[in-house]
T-cell receptor, first 115, second 116 residues
Framework: EAGVAQSPRYKIIEKRQSVAFWCNPISGHATLYWYQQILGQGPKLLIQFQNNGVVDDSQLPKDRFSAERLKGVDSTLKIQPAKLEDSAVYLC?????????????FGAGTRLSVL | AQKITQTQPGMFVQEKEAVTLDCTYDTSDPSYGLFWYKQPSSGEMIFLIYQGSYDQQNATEGRYSLNFQKARKSANLVISASQLGDSAMYFCAMREGDGGSEKLVFGKGMKLTVNP
């Protein structure tokens, strides 16, 4: 079974530029998550989708970050304009709720450097 | 207040020895789940083990076991017979509640190094 796919793996941009990340979840997983992991910290949830609807975006900086999940499968996370503090690894995860477990499976992430 | 606390920044262990990674959590929700993930240098977060707050027995998955002490709010990961490939960052995480937002709250992680 294919895992969560993310692209690109690495991205270097200058501040005030825009950038987009793509995620393809595990087939059949209705729930998709975007996390931000700053160096030396654990991941922090940015947004959670259930199919193509947003469940939780309380920690998404909406003035510059946006995300969509068209047709309830692939998702795109965009940053416009980027700031230096956005340098981080952006992880996508997906899950299929089975009882109370709801294990989240992660992709390899996109490492963003903002110069 | 921190929800997940991992106080050990790093640990060293000899190959084939057992090692315990500490995790304490804070929640007032009676229903929650505790997770451990491994993050090698490649960056992917790999799920290791899950413990539900209502589970009667400690979880086990191969060489991984979770020492769940509910009253002390601790969920320590035990790795038996360490292997060189176990060298990585390890994160403890918690999910509160049963529905709605399923977000995981992660600790800061700790680095495990297995020496030959």
């Amino acid at each position: 079974e294919a895992g969560v796919a993310q692209s690109p793996r690495y991205k270097i941009i200058e501040k005030r530029q825009s950038v987009a990340f793509w995620c393809n979840p595990i087939s059949g997983h209705a729930t998709l998550y975007w996390y931000q992991q700053i160096l030396g910290q654990g991941p922090k949830l940015l947004i959670q989708f259930q199919n193509n609807g947003v469940v939780d975006d309380s920690q998404l900086p909406k003035d510059r970050f946006s995300a969509e999940r068209l047709k309830g499968v692939d998702s795109t996370l965009k940053i416009q304009p980027a700031k230096l503090e956005d340098s981080a690894v952006y992880l996508c995860a997906s899950s299929l709720r089975i009882a109370a477990k709801n294990i989240q499976y992660f992709g390899a992430g996109t490492r963003l450097s903002v110069l | 207040a921190q929800k997940i606390t991992q106080t050990q920044p790093g640990m060293f262990v000899q190959e084939k020895e057992a090692v315990t990674l500490d995790c304490t959590y804070d929640t007032s929700d009676p229903s929650y789940g505790l997770f451990w993930y491994k993050q090698p240098s490649s960056g992917e977060m790999i799920f290791l083990i899950y413990q539900g707050s209502y589970d009667q027995q400690n979880a086990t998955e191969g060489r991984y076991s979770l020492n769940f002490q509910k009253a002390r709010k601790s969920a320590n990961l035990v790795i038996s017979a360490s292997q060189l490939g176990d060298s990585a960052m390890y994160f403890c995480a918690m999910r509160e509640g049963d529905g709605g937002s399923e977000k995981l709250v992660f600790g800061k992680g700790m680095k495990l190094t297995v020496n030959p």
